[in-house]
């Protein structure tokens, strides 16, 4: 079942670099499993059993189940996650012509860090609008092979790179498209309408504009002497997406679910499609259109919020609180903040572990160092949501705090064998906090755990991941 899940996830992230292209296959998805897209501009007409989509900018995208179970006496189980990540974006005018090379300025989308972004295989990647015939339309594009490179300086010429080096992103940063001959004069808006073309046989009169982002070719993948890493690039926070995505698909028909994934993340959730906007509110209103259902329902429902922690890294273990450093492999963890820079309570946290211990998948907690400020995480604020009287951060380890925006994205979150968590809001028969015998809020449906460690009488498979005939 790991290698399944984790294939799909990898399958996933190769198929989305940026946040269109992350939508775009959440929907292809959703599509194939039945799901039925909503148009923002038109009526619904939503049917109990109903099971719907809708997206907005191509980036966000909403999709829920309306389950046989009323929903003031139910409510809505929500997972939220994050469509973007940080990244290059090509800039409106990038032509550049220095020293014989055609570069392209770039701007920095979000907290990355710049340094792995050298000496990487780059492809570009995004929505183009153009026109034809008079009409205004929109296309994602992938250039999908490896089209550009940022070299890094010799260190012939920077005898100082190793000792600290401050990357100025303007002059440094400038992707290598080609190099240029005698007379050629780069157009980057003419490279688009070729790309358009061949790649999706469309000729375009004038391309208007666009939203491109530079990503690393180098696919995601298992890696590890005993396979027990998982690493690649927007695994924060796309992974978060495909486990919410399964979840969803994994629901009983009975309880209303939500899967919510929102671009703009990174840089603070607060346009038109991102988590502190509008979206979801507007969503959610149409499924309950009623304001005095609504403000009950919302009281029902409980969302996790659902993304990457910061596992303990070998070489800087100093960086958390000696009690409450994550790890890999060691189960999803509850992030916790007494200035609610997380949404999660006492409540909330105590009914996430009571699910996890019910489904004998391990847990853990995050607290931040007292002399570091905490993140914030996705969704942590969207207004339908803080509505949402109950909500949670849950959230899978990864070493490295920026690590999953890596171009390089050498990440290494998760498990690859042990506990990978997908929380299906499914089945909710109460309310969170009643103790009705075994009545509960949401399904937390756990892969269960593999063992660490390999068949102490050697007889087994030396390889982790399969499970030893002796335990
Ligand atoms: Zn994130």
Known sequence: MHDTFNQGLIEFLRASPTPFHATASLANRLQAAGYQR??????????????????????????????????????????GAHTDSPCLRVKPQPDLQR???????????????????????????????????????????????????????????????NQGWAINPQNELPPILAQLYSQETPDFRALLAEQLGREHG???????????????????????LNHDFITGARLDNLLSCFAGLQALLASGPEQSCVLVCTDHEEVGSSSHCGAD????????????????????????????????????????AD?????????????????????????????TAGFFRHLCLENEVPVQS????????????????PPASSECA????????????????????????????????SIAAANCRSEMGASRGSRRLVIIRAIRRSPARPCPRRCCSPTLRKRPAHR
């Open 390 to 421: 109950r909500w949670i951060s849950a959230c899978r380890p990864s070493p490295c705090i920026r690590s999953g925006n890596w171009p390089a994205a050498r990440t290494w979150p998760i498990w690859s064998r042990c506990s990978p968590l």
């Open 319 to 347: 960086k958390h609180d000696g009690n409450h450093g994550p790890k890999l492999n060691a189960g999803p963890v509850i992030k916790v903040n007494n200035n609610q820079r997380y949404a999660t309570n006492s409540e």
């Open 38 to 79: 909503l148009d923002e501009r038109d009526a619904w007409q939503l049917e109990p059993g109903g099971r719907y989509y809708v997206t907005r900018n191509d980036s966000s995208l909403v999709a829920f189940q309306i389950g046989s179970r009323t929903l003031l006496e139910g409510g809505l189980r929500l997972v």
């Open 99 to 161: 020293n014989g090379f055609w570069q392209l300025g770039v701007e920095v989308y979000g907290g990355a860090l710049l340094a792995p972004w050298f000496d990487r295989d780059l492809s570009l990647a995004g929505r183009v609008t153009y026109s034809r015939d008079g009409r205004i339309e929109s296309q994602l594009i992938d250039f999908r092979q490896p089209i550009a490179v940022i070299p890094n300086l010799a260190i012939h010429l920077n005898r100082e790179a």
């Open 366 to 381: 995050f607290v931040t160092r007292s002399d570091l400020a905490a993140a914030r995480p996705s969704a942590r604020s």
């Open 277 to 316: 906007g509008p979206f979801l509110e507007q969503v959610l209103r149409r499924i309950v259109p009623e304001p005095d259902a609504f403000s009950r329902c919302i009281s029902r429902s409980l969302l996790i919020s659902a993304d990457n922690a910061h596992a303990v890294h070998p070489n800087y």
């Open 202 to 224: 469309l000729v375009a009169d004038v391309v208007l504009d666009y939203e491109l982002s530079f990503y690393d070719t180098q696919p995601a993948a298992v890696i590890g």
